[in-house]
């Protein structure tokens, strides 16, 4: 018995922010795909991925809110994990096979702030093999799966916060009243980090193991923070899955969300439409490279300009299409 085909979703234009939770076990594409699905967008894409062993925060961009999507890509990241010391995979976390088991020695309080202020600030990473990055057009874990190793350039990124907490063997696990708990070598650290764009937390986990003298990997990681956008503010898909499609709307925010550093200016009707037309418009503005631009009845995103000489000169415009679907979903919006 075969089973029925299932219902085609009928697609309509969305537009706006989702702050998700992406979950562990999905990729960024397949939470991207379940959200674009549950809102019926007709276009969507996120600013970033995630691995599937690890979970937060994933804005995903709807219509759109695509075409601003780029710049938060540079946006300051932050991170939780979990290094398991003493064990190294080929990936630099779970997923990976075991390569090497090695004793952890006790570590002090003095040994580990050696090693944090070691990894703060500008540092030099060499990406991992099981990585997306691109050598020669090809992504760096096609090699890996092939069995490959390849020269991969240290790249600069900056730590611009790290904590690190040792985390003891449970007591129940070492046969160890709680007493004499910290006297055992530590099972694992705690990472909080916060940190530039490009950072492999799987690589700043490895070496950090690999200077405490025992290697690791990581077995727990989980983004809380990138860029304005926080762990707090985001929703789960078991969540947005149990909403009406009105609820789901509401979850959206506003596409100038994306646009946190830029200053704003607002132009009465007949400058809004020279400007979305691509003409430059001349004003009493300072100088600037980011400015978001709204016209004023009925307020709305027009796009985005930087100013120059008293002159407002567009970056990317929005459509009159796009702007007009915008102003009718927030309509459906208020009405809830």
Known sequence: MTAAPRARVQRRPVHGVLLLDKPLGLSSNQALQKAKWLLRAEKAGHTGTLDPLASGVLPLCFGAATKFSAGHLDADKAYEATLQLGVSTTTGDAEG???????????????????????????????PMHSALKKDGKALYEYARAGMQVERPARPVRIHALRLTLLPVAAEKNGKSPETLMDTAPAAIKIEVTCSKGTYIRTLGEDIGQALGCGGHLSALRRTATGPFRQEQCITLDALERMDETRRLAQLLPIETLLPGHSRITLPNDEAGRFLSGLRRRGPWPDAEHVAVFGNHPRALLGTAHVKAGELIATRLLTPVEIGQMLAQQGNQDAI
Not at 100 to 116: D, F, K, M, N, S
Request: with cysteine; hydrophobic share 40%; net charge negative.
């Open 97 to 127: 096979q075991i390569t090497e088991c090695r004793p952890v020695p006790a570590i002090t309080p003095a040994q580990l702030e050696a090693v944090r202020q070691h990894f703060l600030g500008d540092i030099l990473q060499v990406p």
